[in-house]
């Protein structure tokens, strides 16, 4: 199979270091300090916010996964 036909590994690879990447961001954002109009809860609402990016990456990892275990791509789980 080719990358154009079957583009799993690149995409579980692009998804990984985009994990890695908000992971850093959010690090980053842990040692600094909220400017503009910051309310009691800013620092929860930014909290929630690193949570529902990982939420949303892990469903599309799962989904990935359904579909290449559908297309015969991997193994199922």
Excluded: C
Aim: hydrophobic share 45%.
């Amino acid at each position: 199979m080719t990358y154009a036909a079957h583009p799993f590994p690149a995409i579980f690879a692009q998804l990984r270091a985009l994990r890695k990447l908000i992971e850093d961001l959010e690090e980053a954002e842990k040692h600094s300090s909220l400017r503009g109009h910051q309310t009691v809860d800013s620092p929860e609402a930014i909290r929630l916010s690193f949570d529902t990016l990982s939420a949303g990456l892990s469903d599309i990892e799962t989904t990935l996964a359904t579909i290449a275990e559908a297309m015969g791509e991997i193994r199922k789980f």
